[in-house]
Nanobody
Framework: QVQLVESGGGLVQTGGSLRLSCAASGRTLDNYAMGWFRQAPGKEREFVAA????????SYGDSVKGRFTISRDNAKKTVYLQMRNLKPEDTAVYYC??????????????????WGQGALVTVSS
């Protein structure tokens, strides 16, 4: 079993940037596609971004396209989410997720095998 630990969350002003990291321990990370989801207060968890095992394919939710970038470093067993031009509506707990396949990107909760504990991102207006 793999354990996922997010870091890099915090408070940022509108228009600012943050980079989230997701470090894996246990079984290797590089055999699986990975993703990020988020859940705002009172809302359902939503898909943010995903990346395949080799880093050659990515997918983004409509609300973050052009502002967020997902990447991975398999040697470091770490997945990143670079967030730019942040908006108050980006405020949420961000969850790292391991998919069930090397190539199928986890775009829904059903496609997730392991969840991280979450990292809070707060964007002030």
């Amino acid at each position: 079993q793999v354990q996922l630990v997010e870091s890099g969350g915090g408070l940022v002003q509108t228009g600012g940037s943050l980079r989230l990291s997701c470090a894996a321990s246990g079984r290797t990370l590089d055999n699986y596609a990975m993703g990020w989801f988020r859940q705002a207060p009172g809302k359902e968890r939503e898909f943010v971004a995903a990346i395949n095992w080799s880093g050659t394919a990515t997918s983004y939710g409509d609300s973050v396209k052009g502002r967020f970038t997902i990447s991975r470093d398999n040697a470091k067993k770490t997945v990143y989410l670079q967030m730019r031009n942040l908006k108050p509506e980006d405020t949420a707990v961000y969850y790292c997720a391991q998919g069930r396949s090397t190539v199928i990107l986890p775009r829904t909760e059903n496609g997730v095998n392991v969840w991280g504990q979450g990292a809070l991102v707060t964007v002030s207006s």
